[in-house]
């Protein structure tokens, strides 16, 4: 009871300072105050045997003793009835291994990583990215990879529905991969390092251990450990250093403060679960909190998404 005696009036106090709006210290309120009371919670719930359990289901995880744990969301959340558990090593390795093959396009001429570059945050920096044909562009450009596992939606526009699924759009995709999986089983069938690794990951679970679905989830299983929880800023706020640049917090008080980024990117996190989706007649996304917010008359709720008609 010690630390939440000690926190609460604390956190009462810096709240009832005359403080501006603008010049309140988010980051300090945040590291002094917020994620010490969300331990002292918990640690409070354990000593009283108080059940952890949500309400409903959702990522949270409720043993986590920081907001900003690597482990407070559980990406096996985003990625339920998929071939095997993403968090499998095996596979993971593995994925990793397909991610960087261009044995998966047609020509051998590309692979993930021609567009999901790791040294550019899994993107390519382009305003549209590079196609199998020399000059030609794709579409869109690449969207980061680093934390995807959390995403509900795959694509600018939204049609793939979890990470395996999105793999075919790709390999299919007459500008990119062009290729089918029956072909790229053909080519790694023939690899006696694939045919070990496919069959240690994935024996036993169906008549052939290289087929679509295991390409595809060991491609997701990588895919999905891809997470950035662990930044200078994750470190500084869970008290693990106490160096952070100051610039950088001035830029976080602003960012949550006068400049209201904050008001669509949250603190925690600005991926996919925290975000809602819209679209209007001519398939242009913005993405708003999941907040009960008043839309006009002639949108209507898609799947869980709002779209105008």
């Known amino acids: 009871m010690k630390p939440l005696k000690n926190t609460l009036p604390k956190g009462r106090n810096i709240l009832k300072a005359n403080i501006h709006f603008n010049d309140f210290d988010r980051l300090a309120f945040l590291k002094e105050v917020v994620n010490p009371l969300y331990a002292a919670l918990l640690e409070f719930q354990n000593a009283n045997k108080i059940k952890l359990e949500p309400y409903k289901k959702h990522a949270q995880n409720y043993k986590a003793k920081n907001i900003f744990d690597i482990d407070f969301l559980n990406t096996d959340f985003y990625s339920e009835l998929v071939y095997l558990p993403l968090d499998n090593p095996k596979t993971i390795a593995l994925g990793k291994l397909l991610f960087g093959d261009p044995q998966l396009s047609k020509d051998n001429v590309m692979s993930c990583a021609s567009c999901h570059n790791p040294n550019k945050g899994f993107s390519d920096g382009l305003p549209k990215s590079v196609s199998n044909q ?7 450009n690449a ?167």
């Open 134 to 140: 020399k000059g030609v562009f794709t579409d869109r």
């Open 143 to 309: 969207p980061t990879l680093m934390d995807a596992g959390y995403s509900a939606r795959y694509f600018w526009d939204m049609r793939a529905l979890d990470l395996e699924k999105q793999v075919i759009h790709v390999i299919d995709n007459d500008l990119e991969f062009n290729t089918d999986f029956d072909a790229i089983v053909a080519k790694l069938n023939k690899s006696d390092r694939y045919n070990k690794l496919f069959k240690e990951a994935y024996d036993g679970i169906a008549k052939e251990d290289i087929n679509q679905r295991s390409i595809s989830n060991a491609i997701a299983a990588y895919v999905n450990s891809l997470k950035s929880f662990n930044s200078p800023f994750d470190k500084y706020v869970r008290n693990e250093t106490q160096e952070y640049p100051e610039n950088a917090k001035r830029g976080f008080n602003l960012f949550m403060g006068k400049a209201a980024c904050g008001s669509c990117h949250f603190a925690r996190s600005s991926m996919a679960p925290f975000l809602l989706f819209i679209w209007n007649r001519n398939r242009r996304c913005w993405a708003l909190p999941k907040v009960l917010i008043p839309l006009p008359q002639n949108w209507i709720r898609i799947w869980g998404e709002w779209a105008m008609v």
